[in-house]
């Protein structure tokens, strides 16, 4: 599996924007790029995917370099239920590829 | 969204003794699942995955007789820990594929204990 590279830790004050960086070097022309976050104590949840282009949902914004060679993952107004480790995480196209290898993530703390 | 559901949420067991966790689907069909195990201050771990009607599929490390698997239904996968020790005391997580290019959903969580 193609590897990812992220911060250990972040930290960011509530209702400001939070970019998360994930550096994936030797990503493959097939693999997508996904989000997920873990909450104490919690399984983990999905955040956002994407392949080439940027995306939007409810949650986040996920901004594609042009290479693919590294993503960041935003959080556009962070709030303390958001203090939480974030995954970013390449996954291949259906069959052997389905699985989700996790790497160490970053662990975001919010403050007020 | 889809939901996945684990039971027990939490479990303590004397060592040697066996135990069995459940992830359910509860509003989809799964023919794959993934159990993952998660010590403290750690990330998840890829344990096994979970194939409907067939064996599973153990990552290399995965002691398979020591952690066995049965996916009998498309909603439901087990996961035994086998002759339990105080060293498989972890957070084990399920999840499940609604579909092959989508989000995998994950269960709460089982946090095992042996004492």
């Known amino acids: 599996d193609a590897k990812t590279t992220q911060p250990n830790s972040m930290e960011s004050n509530e209702e400001e924007p939070v970019h998360l960086p994930c550096n994936h070097s030797?990503?493959?022309?097939?693999?997508?790029i996904h989000w997920y976050r873990q909450l104490p104590s919690q399984g983990p949840e999905y955040v956002i995917h994407?392949?080439?282009s940027n995306v939007n949902n409810r949650m986040a914004s996920l901004a594609i370099a042009e290479d693919r060679k590294s993503s960041t993952l935003i959080l556009h107004r962070a709030t303390l239920r958001d203090a939480a480790v974030y995954y970013c995480?390449?996954?291949?196209?259906?069959?052997?590829?389905?699985?989700?290898?996790f790497g160490t993530g970053t662990q975001l703390k919010v403050e007020l | 969204g889809a939901v996945v559901s684990q039971h027990p949420s939490w479990v303590i067991c004397k060592s040697g003794t066996s135990v069995k966790i459940e992830c359910r689907s509860l509003?989809?069909?799964?023919?794959?699942m993934f159990w993952y195990r998660q010590f403290p201050k750690q990330s998840l771990m890829l344990m096994a995955t979970?194939?409907?009607?067939?064996?599973?599929?153990?990552e290399q490390g995965v002691e398979k007789d020591k952690f066995l698997i049965n996916h009998a239904s498309l909603t439901l996968s087990t996961l035994t820990v086998t002759s339990a020790h105080p060293e498989d005391s972890s957070f084990y997580i399920c999840?499940?594929?609604?579909?092959?290019?989508?989000?995998?959903?994950f269960g709460e969580g089982s946090r095992l204990t042996v004492l």
């Open positions: 999840s499940a594929l609604p579909d092959r290019a989508g989000e995998l959903f």
């Open positions: 509003d989809f069909q799964a023919t794959t």
């Open positions: 030797t990503i493959s022309g097939t693999d997508y």
């Open positions: 979970s194939n409907e009607g067939s064996k599973a599929t153990y």
């Open positions: 994407g392949l080439t």
């Open positions: 995480i390449l996954r291949g196209p259906a069959g052997g590829g389905n699985k989700l290898t």
